[in-house]
T-cell receptor, first 113, second 117 residues
């Protein structure tokens, strides 16, 4: 089955700096890679996703890159703000509606004002 | 759309009793829903895949007789924790994806905090 590794497990950045989280996956058939933000006591919220036919996707301060050959993908948050503090999870899936997501271990991001 | 509603948001029950958690897709029909369990400061662990009109598919190590899943309609899946024990205390989260809006991705419910005393 799929295995997703995520690094780092914790990340502390100064407000305004950039944050980068990296994930690797093992199943070459995976073709859908979402990133979720989870605040304390809440369910994960999708912040951005990418499919294997695209190498990069950007949405305002958030971007995701995908390297299919190396089987890794990364989340980039620029101009970080205190409200970006949360736990971020990467995930991978084969993409069909009935296919399950496999999650990385999570990264706890703290943005210091 | 792709809105998933989960209820209750928290529940406290006594050891030995059963607890039912509901997961509803509000604006789409979900033939498949997923149930996750999350311990403090850990990742989401898939427990089972709930299939409308058929039996759920459980992940290895998950007791199907303890965690009963029913997906009787296209908008509702339920997870019942039977004979709950303190070690079942956890955060349970459901998820679904609108098959007609694949670009929306998987949507998660707000989670249910179960505390067994």
């Amino acid at each position: 089955g799929e295995n997703v590794e995520q690094h780092p497990s914790t990340l502390s950045v100064q407000e305004g700096d950039s944050a980068v989280i990296k994930c690797t996956y093992s199943d070459s058939a995976s073709n859908y890679f979402p990133w979720y933000k989870q605040e304390l006591g809440k369910g994960p919220q999708l912040i951005i996703d990418i499919r294997s036919n695209v190498g990069e996707k950007k949405d305002q301060r958030i971007a995701v890159t995908l390297n299919k050959t190396a089987k890794h993908f990364s989340l980039h948050i620029t101009e970080t703000q205190p409200e970006d503090s949360a736990v971020y999870f990467c995930a991978a899936s084969r993409g069909a509606a009935g296919n399950k997501l496999t999650f990385g271990g999570g990264t706890r991001v703290l943005v210091k004002p | 759309g792709a809105v998933v509603s989960q209820h209750p948001s928290w529940v406290i029950c006594k050891s030995g009793t059963s607890v039912k958690i509901e997961c509803r897709s509000l604006d789409f029909q979900a033939t498949t829903m997923f149930w996750y369990r999350q311990f403090p400061k850990q990742s989401l662990m898939l427990m089972a895949t709930s299939n409308e009109g058929s039996k759920a598919t459980y992940e290895q190590g998950v007791e199907k007789d303890k965690f009963l899943i029913n997906h009787a309609s296209l908008t509702l899946s339920t997870l019942t924790v039977t004979s709950a024990h303190p070690e079942d205390s956890s955060f349970y989260i459901c998820s679904a994806r609108n098959p007609d809006r694949p670009s929306y991705g998987y949507t998660f419910g707000s989670g249910t905090r179960l505390t067994v005393v």
